[in-house]
């Protein structure tokens, strides 16, 4: 939490050697932001998305 409202989030992967701090005052648009993020990711154990054949 900030001293001046809102929330800092800091987002650091060393497996992708990336490191991003954001700040926002809305917890939803945070939670948004994050899960986003994480279903963009990939994961070696997910199968990968296919699309439906017709």
Do not use: C, F, W
Not at 37 to 51: G, I, L
Request: charged content about 35%; proline content about 6%; overall charge negative.
């Amino acid at each position: 939490m900030l001293d001046e409202g809102g929330y800092e989030v800091v987002r650091r992967d060393t497996t992708r050697n990336e490191h991003e701090v954001a700040a926002s005052t809305s917890i939803s648009d945070i939670a948004q932001d994050l899960t986003i993020r994480m279903a963009a990711r990939s994961h070696p154990e997910r199968p990968s998305r296919r699309k439906p054949e017709d």
